[in-house]
Each structure stands twice: as structure tokens, then as C-alpha cells.
């Protein structure tokens, strides 16, 4: 009877912590921020009158020194933009004549204000031209000049490819709201033709994708991560399957955030993406992770993010020994951050956390094993402290380098911009489309890392790959194409469209008019 009354018990226990996710994951908040229960609270202890009286009367003579002091400041305007003049004009004809009968004339010029002013991206069409060449005095062979076409007989240049790309995989618009975008400037372009001009953009750039991909490899550290998305299938329940798509991040030496499509979770796609790499994999202790290992010999380095999430999931089911755990990933945090702080190189780095992180994870362990002896298996502090005890090995690699990291956010959070993205548009059409969706993303992924302008940056390369004008493709990698392209480059890259004439120079008052149609300029 009594072994009875345990097992329900156990088993009340376990549904209880169910109930209690499912409730903090619907209702609850999602930061994962934690508050040492040791940490004395600055406004703990009871205020006496007088105190009260002295606080309100600071807190008043600092409210009345922020009044008076600068407030903030707007930031200055870009100085790659053009400027355009835009007169003030006597509307009423009377007023321009002087009491004399004389017209009124300028006399001098005054700057009122400078604002920014926005007109919508506007299409123009470009004509390829070629040109025949012969010798004038003897007509002799003659020499044909085409121009290069990004894709052949494809209505879409360099700058449109790139504009469709960056929409969708840095702006997270599908094709039907690019399509309605365009269709306000009188271009029609359908969301099949956008789809078909995305697959051209990853066409061309797939071989700089490959080329990224062996430099990854040579990394030291490769920080890894997945995430679902919803493909069509006309073969599958409701038109829809689940595929994933891959996050990989090379180390500062080989700075490239590549992604890889695969059509389900197994350990096929990181097996084949990562063959024959050897160096450290930092991610979760999923299966297809410790397959890689097993298979090339790499060093997995399990995310501490990982298994505090465990506690905190916990923290409403068994708060005092959550309470303990999270305190000492709480220390081990703010030794990494007192790193950062400090600004120490990696061996630095190593020999702080073998003088202070080695003897926390060492307590750690040992509470750990004291604490699974008396938890029950099912429940959630039961499955966290499994977790931890289970990849504990893992888990402790980080502090064995200064390079390597004590977590995997790093990759979580380009994890994130797949997940706004696929809020919009929801899924992808096919498998061929989520290869393309992950040598887009890549390249684009890489340029946010590099604080690479990826509409110029696109606009340039896709060009250069098409007519051949480059040397190598090591020169096109975004963070070398930005060492070589300085801002006054970039500013050359995006066409000036609006200013057909320099209103900078236009002083004379003859020649001034009130208002600029960029549009008309076009």
C-alpha cells in the first residue's frame, strides 16, 4: 500500500510539473534573467521619516537638475547624401512689389533648416547596348562588345536580384508583399517571378557559398544550432512537412555564418557538412552532434545556456534547489563576463577559468550527484539534473581553452532571425527552394556579422561573378570586400538616381526652383 501511495504520489508530481510548463510557457515571462535569493536588496530595510523626508528632497534636486541640464542630442545627418535646395517664394503678388513699384529681388539667403526627406525605391530600365568596333581607315575584322548579362535573357539586373534577396532574407518579406510593394512603382512582377529571380540570386552565388563553406571547416571552433521550418508537399498531410535548417559559425579566423537545408533532423546533415572536420564543435548534446564526433574525432563542447534552462524551466516546481544551481551558473558567468570586461587574449582567458571556474564546477558536480540520489527521475528537477550529470564531460570542456565559449548563443541568435522570418512567410515551397533559402541566407548572415551593407555588397558581387572581374573568390568573402571598399566606394556602388544636376552649386537666385521631383529626374 505504501509503495502505492509513493507512485502516485511521483507520478501527481511529474503532472503537476506539466501543467506548471505549459502554464509558464503560454502566460509566463521568457527571459531567462535570474536573481541571486543571496543577494541583499538595496531597499530591504525600512525608511525612518526623516530618511524619507531627506530622499524626496534629494530625489527633487535631481529632477531639478536633469531640467536643467543638455538634453539629448540628434544625430548628425549622413554626408554621402545629396542635398537639395528648396526656396522659400512670395506667393502673394502684391507683396512682391515694393511700395515704389519695383520687384522685390533677393537679397541674401538664409539656411532655415535641414531635414530629411525619403522618396520610395523607384525602377528605371537599363539597355544593353552592344557595340561593334572596326579600324576607320581600312575596315578591317571587327570586334564585337556585348555587355555581360547577370543571367542570360533574364529581365532582372544585379541591383533588382539584390533588392529581392535582401527583402526577403534581411527584411522578411515573402514575394506576395515585395509584389505589392512594386506594383505601387507600376512594376509587375508576380510572385512566381520573384521566386524564379531568388533561385537565380542563389545560383550565382553558390559558388562563393562553397568556397566559404572550405575555408569553415578550417576552423578552430564551429558553434552550431537548427531549427525547424514548414515545407510544401503535395505528398504529405495537410501540404506541409517539417525540414530544418542549420546554423554553422566559424571562429574569428574564418568569420562565416553558414546555414544548411536539410529535409529532417537526423545526423545525415551535419555528418555530411562537417566530414572530416577535426577541430572543436560547440552545441547541443544532440544526436547528430555526438555522431559527428564519434565520426571525425571533433571535441563537442556542450552550451551551459542549455542546462540552465533546465533549472529555470524548473524554478516553479523545486525553487530551492533550483535556487542553488542557478547561483553557481550564476558565478561562472560572471567570470566570463569579468573576461570581456578586462579584455584578456585566449590563453588569459584559459588560465583565469582554471583558477576560478574549475573549483565551482567541481562543487557543482558534487551537488549534483548529492541532489539526483533524493530527486524524483520525472520530475523536472529530476530531468535537469540528469542533463548536467549525463554530459557533464561536455558540458566542463569550455574552460580547457580561452577560445572556446561558455555557451552556444552565439548561434541561437541567428536562430532567431530565421524565426521572424518565418513568421511572414511561413514555408518554403519546396526542397530546391530551402537549398536556395540557405546560400541567400549565408551570405547574408555573414555581411550582418561583418556590418557589410548587403544591398551593395550584392549588387557588386553579383556583377563581379557574373563578368568574371575578379581574381579570386577570396576576394569577394564580405569581410575582405569590405577592407577594399572604402565608404566613398560604397557611396559609388548605389546609383545617385535623383540628382541629374548638382543643387549644391545652384546659388543663383534665376535659377532656383521651390521644390526638386526626384521621380521626374529618374
Known amino acids: 500500500m505504501v509503495d502505492v501511495v509513493i507512485q502516485l504520489g511521483a507520478k501527481l508530481q511529474q503532472l503537476s510539473d506539466v501543467v506548471r510548463d505549459l502554464v509558464t510557457a503560454k502566460y509566463g515571462?521568457?527571459?531567462?534573467?535570474?536573481?541571486?535569493?543571496?543577494q541583499l536588496s538595496l531597499f530591504a530595510a525600512?525608511?525612518?521619516?526623516?530618511?524619507d523626508a531627506g530622499s524626496t528632497q534629494s530625489a527633487s534636486k535631481k529632477k531639478e537638475k536633469s531640467s536643467?541640464?543638455?538634453?539629448h542630442s540628434r544625430n548628425p545627418f549622413p554626408e554621402h547624401l545629396p542635398r537639395h535646395q528648396r526656396y522659400g517664394e512670395i506667393r502673394d503678388e502684391k507683396k512682391k512689389r515694393c511700395r515704389c513699384g519695383t520687384t522685390l529681388e533677393v537679397i541674401r539667403q538664409i539656411l532655415q533648416r535641414s531635414r530629411l526627406q525619403f522618396v520610395p525605391a523607384s525602377f528605371f530600365i537599363e539597355e544593353l547596348i552592344t557595340q561593334v568596333y572596326c579600324c576607320p581607315k581600312c575596315q578591317g575584322d571587327e570586334v564585337v562588345a556585348r555587355v555581360a548579362e547577370t543571367v542570360p535573357n533574364s529581365i532582372a539586373a544585379p541591383g533588382l536580384l539584390a533588392e529581392v534577396a535582401v527583402s526577403k532574407g534581411t527584411d522578411h518579406l515573402p514575394f506576395n508583399r515585395q509584389s505589392a510593394i512594386y506594383g505601387r512603382s507600376g512594376v509587375n512582377l508576380s510572385r512566381s517571378t520573384l521566386s524564379d529571380l531568388f533561385a537565380q540570386t542563389a545560383g550565382i552565388l553558390a559558388p562563393l557559398y562553397y568556397f566559404m563553406h572550405q575555408e569553415l571547416l578550417k576552423s578552430k571552433v564551429i558553434c552550431t544550432d537548427d531549427t525547424p521550418v514548414k515545407v510544401q508537399d503535395r505528398n504529405k498531410e495537410k501540404n506541409i512537412k517539417l525540414a530544418r535548417l542549420w546554423i554553422y559559425l566559424g571562429d574569428t579566423e574564418h568569420p562565416f555564418n553558414l546555414f544548411d537545408y536539410t529535409v529532417g533532423r537526423g545526423r545525415d546533415g551535419p555528418l555530411t557538412f562537417l566530414e572530416n572536420y577535426v577541430g572543436n564543435l560547440q552545441g547541443d548534446c544532440f544526436s547528430g552532434n555526438l555522431a559527428v564526433c564519434a565520426a571525425n574525432g571533433t571535441i563537442l563542447v556542450a552550451c551551459l545556456a542549455h542546462a540552465r534552462r533546465y533549472f529555470i524551466k524548473a524554478l516553479l516546481n523545486d525553487k530551492s534547489g533550483?535556487?542553488?544551481a542557478l547561483s553557481m551558473f550564476q558565478a561562472l558567468y560572471e567570470i566570463e563576463r569579468t573576461t570581456k570586461d578586462l579584455g584578456l587574449t585566449t590563453p588569459q582567458i584559459k588560465s583565469m577559468r582554471q583558477e576560478e571556474s574549475v573549483p565551482i564546477l567541481n562543487k557543482m558536480h558534487e551537488w549534483l550527484l548529492e541532489q539526483y540520489k533524493l530527486a524524483l527521475p520525472q520530475s523536472s528537477f529530476g530531468k535537469a539534473l540528469f542533463y548536467c550529470l549525463n554530459n557533464w564531460t561536455e558540458l566542463k570542456q569550455y574552460v580547457s581553452d580561452g577560445a572556446l565559449g561558455i555557451d552556444n548563443n552565439i548561434s541561437e541568435r541567428e536562430m532567431k532571425y530565421i524565426a521572424?522570418?518565418?513568421?511572414?512567410?511561413?514555408f518554403l515551397g519546396s526542397d530546391k527552394a530551402g537549398a536556395n533559402h540557405a546560400i541567400v541566407l549565408s551570405i547574408l548572415s555573414t555581411c550582418r556579422r561583418h556590418g557589410v551593407e548587403p544591398w551593395a555588397y550584392l549588387t557588386d558581387v553579383i556583377e563581379r561573378l557574373t563578368n568574371g572581374n575578379y581574381k579570386s573568390l577570396e576576394e569577394l568573402l564580405p569581410h575582405l570586400w569590405k577592407q577594399a571598399n572604402s565608404e566613398q566606394k560604397l557611396a559609388e556602388i548605389k546609383p545617385n538616381w535623383g540628382t541629374q544636376k548638382s543643387f549644391k552649386q545652384d546659388r543663383d537666385p534665376q535659377n532656383r526652383c521651390e521644390t526638386v521631383d526626384l521621380r521626374a529626374a529618374i
Open 322 to 324: 533550483c535556487d542553488k
Open 46 to 51: 525600512e525608511k525612518s521619516p526623516a530618511q
Open 68 to 71: 536643467t541640464g543638455k538634453g
Open 29 to 38: 515571462r521568457k527571459t531567462e534573467r535570474f536573481e541571486d535569493p543571496d
Open 420 to 426: 521572424m522570418g518565418r513568421r511572414a512567410w511561413l
